[in-house]
């Protein structure tokens, strides 16, 4: 059973804050099957390059980022959603300073 530490209604934006010249982030669910994470990224913060056994989306709820998978960039607003394919190289950059939620399934 996953295991989750949001057991009533809140906002996404509360859940995880910025910090100046880093990435935050918070694991809200973990289990067997995927996890979902929160993620804080300050202005040009980012993720480098790497791939993952299993598909990941990513739903940018606040800011703007910059998205590659497989060398293509995509340019992520506030609100947008898209997911990274397993074993598909990725990367991500904020444009400016964004939040987003992470979910991954294994399969």
Do not use: C, W
Not at 27 to 53: C, N, R, Y
Not at 62 to 86: T, Y
Request: hydrophobic content about 45%.
């Amino acid at each position: 059973m996953a295991k989750s530490i949001v057991t009533q209604a809140a906002k996404l934006s509360d859940l995880v804050n910025y910090q100046d010249g880093s990435i935050v982030s918070k694991e809200i669910i973990k289990g067997e099957k995927g996890t979902v994470t929160l993620f804080a990224f300050d202005k040009g913060q980012g993720l480098s390059e790497h791939t993952a056994p299993f598909d990941a989306l990513v739903y940018n709820f606040d800011g703007k980022a910059e998205v590659i998978i497989e060398g293509e960039p995509h340019l992520l607003g506030a609100g947008e959603i898209i997911i990274m394919p397993a074993n598909k190289p990725h990367a991500l950059k904020a444009i400016e300073r964004f939040k987003m939620l992470l979910v991954m399934v294994r399969s």
